[in-house]
């Protein structure tokens, strides 16, 4: 044969890795198609099972790996990724609801999935209300036939507040209502939202626990401030098979570099999470004692609200976030100085990354229900990889503002 021309010789190459080829970081699956070895191979029928694969949307070796590996680090069976953390709370929420149906939101649920059921869902004729997730027996009395489905954040966003998980979940069983946890906060390392209760393992038995454990993993599981991704993990395949249906639906793809960086964070996860949670703990335990602060909102200080949830529930762990509420006597405009006077925190969204953030919060208009906070200007740090000395010298330095303002 003569020789081909240059384009064709690239893209029709014959050298493969050698079978066997073997190293510890997993390879970066590229593809839309996926190459079938004959019409025979491309006619049959092929499982959603991470092991058949069809086209790149559904999934390549490098997104199935990270999809097994989140399964197993949330005690779940089964694992689906979306585009970002919002994009998995529709997934549920889209997936699960039909018109008539209602869901019950926590009134400090993440901000996004407020809106997603204020906004968005009512279009669908998909009802939904607020429930205070520290009161289990008010959560009861809003059940009715129409509720589908009930979100549970824990801690929940900005304010913190810890569920009464166990009681709400109790509730929910008892009804036979899904649930579904956003897991963030906790991230699969804090608790095992399958297995809240001793007695139940992993496996396909149902544990005393959530039906679905969703994760930003745009927060923890990256860590590097740079990825945006979500997660779905479920134990039940009837409810996963349910999901992936609008899973597939929606369409949602993903960029394998980005799986790639996700991969490669999952070994430090729990180091990361641990550390932050350390720096964290002790800047808020300090930041309480100064008098500038009405109330310091992180679940493992004593006082703070839903600290007995959390004791029943999360004790191993409490993530990277506090806020402090400022005395009511400062204002938000010294609150916002105090934020720029800040010389190592960020001022910006997201968190769980390397380097420390802080944002200012005027919580009065946000909340359905009153929530056990004291009022005033709220700002809500999210501590990252820096040394504890350095980030407590930076904020004595910034409270100095409101001596001065
Ligand atoms: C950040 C976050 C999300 C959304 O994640 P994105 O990747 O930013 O869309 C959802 N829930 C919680 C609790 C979050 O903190």
């Known amino acids: 044969m003569s020789k081909r021309a240059i384009s064709t010789e690239q893209i029709h190459h ?35 099972d991470g092991l058949s694969y069809r086209y790149g949307l559904h999934g390549t070796p490098t997104s ?28 549920v929420s889209l997936g699960l609801l039909r018109p008539g149906d209602e869901v019950l939101v926590p009134d400090n649920v993440y901000g996004q999935n407020r809106y997603l059921s204020e906004s968005f869902l009512p279009q669908f004729g998909i009802t939904h209300r607020f429930y205070n997730p520290l009161d289990a027996a008010g959560l009861a009395a809003l059940l009715t ?48 939202p399958f297995d809240l209760l001793p007695g139940s393992g992993p496996g396909s038995e149902p544990g005393f626990g959530v039906d679905i454990s969703m994760q930003a993993l745009t927060k923890y599981a990256s860590g590097g401030a740079d990825i945006l991704m979500g997660a779905v993990c479920t134990r039940d395949l009837a409810l996963h098979e349910r999901l992936n249906h609008t899973h597939e639906h929606l369409g949602y793809g993903l960029g394998q570099n980005d799986v790639e960086l996700v991969l490669r964070g999952l070994p430090t996860l729990e180091l990361r999470y ?21 109330q310091l909102l992180h679940p493992a200080l004593p006082g703070s609200p839903g600290h007995q949830f959390w004791l029943e529930s999360s004790s191993a762990g409490a993530a990277c976030l506090f806020s402090a509420v400022f005395k009511p006597e400062y204002s938000a405009r010294q609150v916002d100085a105090f934020v720029d006077a800040l010389a ?33 200007v709220i700002v809500r740090f999210a501590i990252g990889l820096e040394a504890l000395a350095d980030l407590q010298a930076d904020l004595e330095q910034a409270l100095a503002v409101f001596a001065s303002s």
């Not at 050698?18 to 049959?44: C, Q, R």
């Open 14 to 48: 014959a050298y493969r890795a050698p079978e066997g080829w073997d190293a510890f970081p997993v390879g970066v699956f590229k593809a839309s198609t996926v190459l079938f070895k004959n019409t025979a191979d491309l006619h049959k029928l092929r499982p959603r």
């Open 64 to 91: 199935y790996t990270l999809a097994a590996r989140l399964a197993t680090l949330e005690g779940a069976n089964h694992c689906l990724l979306t585009p970002s953390g919002l994009s998995a709370v529709t997934l």
């Open 145 to 192: 036939p129409k509720t589908k489905l009930v979100w549970l954040e824990a801690a929940g966003s900005i304010t913190l507040e810890f569920p009464d998980l166990l009681g709400l979940l109790r509730v929910c069983k008892a009804h036979g209502v899904i649930t579904a946890l956003d897991n963030t906060w906790g991230s699969g390392v804090a608790f095992q």
């Open 274 to 294: 641990r550390a932050q949670d350390a720096t964290t703990r002790a800047l808020a335990t300090w930041l309480q004692t100064r008098p500038e602060v009405a």
């Open 344 to 376: 190592l925190f960020g001022i910006g969204y997201s968190w769980a990354g390397p380097m420390s953030l802080a944002v200012p919060y005027d919580m009065s208009h946000s909340r359905a229900l009153g929530l056990p906070y004291a009022g005033g």
